[in-house]
């Protein structure tokens, strides 16, 4: 899944970083070319949904051959005790076809070039994030390998997750500069997290919770990797994506929700942060890029009500929930009150932590 889902499935969905509204404002707002551009990738997107639907929840092809380096009993880096990643970096030669020829393994020296070496060490951030804070064994908590395409499609603008891999375009150097950002990849990879951890329905509020949640980690993934408390982050999603000409900061933000564009192709971020503004729409599943602001600002509150560090406890309170969730239907206030039961059973009843996250909730609408 990725930072925006594309097509309408909720079962089987293709989750795009680039949200199916932003695509449809720049095919009325954009030239012809970027009309044309909008409306090619809403088609293509809806065509992966049918061909991932078609297939079912299918597990992840078998691992491509090694290369020498790992033939030759190459350096495997571990991100935990117990825990090593299997990255898989794959060339997709700007064609349609995943994964594409692999380039770079796990523990294969760095190939020069960018694209595939920061698709590399993304993977293993988050890998790390996962091991280390939250002792998960990869996606799937059982070892799953992170097969990811670079240089899909030509100028694609978009980067997904689709159930069993990452996949990246390069962008048209516009619009979009780029799709490999710590933030995007650490979110398309959350979605796996979540797919394995019970699944949330891609509809409506428990939808945006699913992009919430990835959002979240994405986030923190971010804050981790520079060594930032959550005074000192900017609590972008997608903050190195946009072309030069584009007037934003990044997809989303969770600190203002609705502030991360105002662009006269791309419109005005649409974001909620409250649930009085909450969007009823039968759009983009429901609205999920769209509400899942609310839920983000929630976890901004409360990371600054504790202070510190993100990945700690608020992110082992989210993770926990997560967990524990057993409702693939959950709305904004089941979620909400998970979050609570979370931070009860780690924290206590009465504790600082507990009283500090009903306050964000409240902050945003939903009293827990």
């Not at 009993?73 to 994964?99: N, V």
């Not at 097969?147 to 962008?171: L, P, S």
Request: hydrophobic share 35%; glycine share 12%.
């Amino acid at each position: 899944m990725c930072f925006a889902v594309c097509g309408n499935a909720t079962h089987h969905p293709i989750n795009c970083i680039v949200p199916p509204h932003m695509l449809r404002v720049i095919a009325l707002r954009g030239d012809e070319k970027m009309a044309d551009m909008a409306r090619s990738l809403l088609k293509q997107t809806e065509q992966l949904r049918q061909e991932r639907q078609e297939q079912g929840h299918v597990t992840p092809p078998p691992p491509d051959q090694p290369t020498a380096a790992v033939a030759r009993g190459g350096k495997r880096r571990s991100a935990a005790p117990g825990f090593t990643p299997d990255r898989r970096i794959h060339d997709g030669e700007h064609k349609a076809a995943l994964p594409g020829k692999l380039v770079r393994a796990e523990g294969d020296d760095p190939t020069g070039n960018a694209d595939v070496d920061n698709a590399y060490d993304g993977a293993g951030e988050v890998f790390s994030l996962y091991a280390t804070q939250f002792n998960r064994n990869s996606l799937d908590g059982e070892g799953q390998s992170l097969i990811a395409t670079v240089n899909h499609r030509r100028n694609y603008n978009n980067a997904f997750w689709d159930g069993r891999q990452m996949a990246y375009g390069n962008g048209d150097g516009k619009l979009f500069k780029t799709f490999i950002d710590l933030s995007v990849i650490a979110h398309e990879m959350t979605h796996g997290v979540v797919q394995h951890s019970g699944g949330l329905v891609y509809q409506d509020q428990s939808g945006a919770l699913n992009e919430s949640i990835a959002d979240v980690f994405g986030a923190i993934a971010v804050q981790r990797h520079l060594g930032q408390d959550v005074d000192a982050a900017d609590w972008i999603i997608g903050g190195g994506i946009l072309g030069p000409d584009v007037k934003g900061v990044g997809l989303r933000s969770m600190k203002a929700p609705g502030t991360a564009y105002a662009d006269e192709l791309l419109g005005q971020d649409p974001q909620p942060f409250h649930m009085d503004n909450f969007l009823s729409t039968t759009d983009d599943n429901g609205g999920v890029h769209i509400n899942s602001g609310i839920p983000n600002h929630a976890f901004y509150l409360y990371c600054q009500y504790l202070g510190g560090n993100s990945w700690e406890k608020p992110g082992q309170i989210w993770y926990r929930a997560l967990q524990d969730l057993n409702n693939p239907l959950a709305s904004f206030a089941e979620w909400c009150q998970q979050t609570v039961d979370a931070a009860t059973a780690i924290h206590g009843m009465g504790s600082t932590e507990v009283i500090m996250l009903r306050r964000a909730w409240k902050l945003v609408g939903l009293p827990a």
